[in-house]
């Protein structure tokens, strides 16, 4: 066999290992969670938060992998990644600055609240989010 024909092979070969083994299999159609949910219940170590209906805090994926929402008065951006086993990280990378007394310990209880998801459940237009020991920490619904 010619030296070009089996570098050809070889490439053809790794590339063909590559496909089988890339790990794009176990992403999940982000289009799944994509939209705006809202906050029914937030679940702290020191409380269980449920906002009043004037209340809006959300959280908006969309299929850049991006993560948008509300804390109520400020907003907040950031990315996420999620896989077939129902793994989820969001990381906050920017938050609005506005000074909002009110609702400072909701916001701030909110904001925390994304470092220890670990862990989703999507279906009947609810999202459910938990934390590295499978505890329920956020319910969201979609709008």
């Not at 896989?83 to 989820?88: L, M, T």
Request: negative net charge; contains cysteine.
């Amino acid at each position: 066999m010619k030296p070009a024909a089996l570098y050809y092979l070889s490439a053809l070969l790794l590339k063909a290992v590559i496909a089988c083994s890339s790990p794009t299999d176990s992403i999940i159609d982000e289009d799944l969670l994509s939209g705006v949910w809202k906050v029914d219940t937030l679940i702290t170590p020191e409380v269980k938060i449920v906002p009043e209906p004037d209340t809006l805090m959300t959280i908006r994926f969309n299929s850049a992998m991006e993560v948008r929402g509300s804390l109520s008065c400020n907003q907040y951006e950031g990315n996420y990644e999620v896989n077939k086993n129902g793994s989820i990280s969001i990381t906050i990378t920017a938050i609005t600055a506005m000074a909002c007394p009110q609702w400072r310990i909701l916001e701030y209880s909110f904001a925390n609240t994304h470092e220890n998801v670990t862990a989703y459940n999507l279906g009947d237009n609810r999202l459910n989010l938990f934390d590295a020991i499978s505890r329920y920490i956020v319910n969201l619904s979609g709008e």
